[in-house]
Nanobody, 117 residues
Framework: QAQLVESGGGLVQAGGSLRLSCTASAIGYKVSKMGWYRQPPGKQREMVAE???????NYADSVKGRFTIFRDNAKNTVYLQMNNLKFEDTAVYFC???????????WGQGTQVTVSS
């Protein structure tokens, strides 16, 4: 089981920015997609952004134009640049990596992002 360590969460005012990072280690498989999900208070976990190894990206409609996902394959690290944050972006953010040859995923422990209105 891979180990994923997230950082960069915190408290920010609406309109502000944060950058999350997630570094994976002890990976026992070839990595395909890397991405981020979030779980707002009292709600289900939802996809935020994901990236293929060649940089093809996919975003939730609610974050398009505000969030950018990018990755450093050599460092097994994925980032999420979050700009123009809104109160509704408040959530615990989880990163994941996915195996190239299956749908198996390893997850990070989550990092809290709180946006004050």
């Amino acid at each position: 089981q891979a180990q994923l360590v997230e950082s960069g969460g915190g408290l920010v005012q609406a309109g502000g920015s944060l950058r999350l990072s997630c570094t994976a280690s002890a990976i026992g498989y070839k990595v395909s997609k890397m991405g981020w999900y979030r779980q707002p208070p009292g709600k289900q976990r939802e996809m935020v952004a994901e990236s293929t190894p060649r940089g093809i990206t996919n975003y939730a409609d609610s974050v398009k134009g505000r969030f950018t996902i990018f990755r450093d394959n050599a460092k097994n690290t994925v980032y999420l640049q979050m700009n123009n944050l809104k109160f509704e972006d408040t959530a615990v953010y989880f990163c994941y990596i996915e195996s190239l040859f299956s749908n198996y995923r390893d997850w990070g422990q989550g990092t809290q992002v709180t946006v004050s209105s």
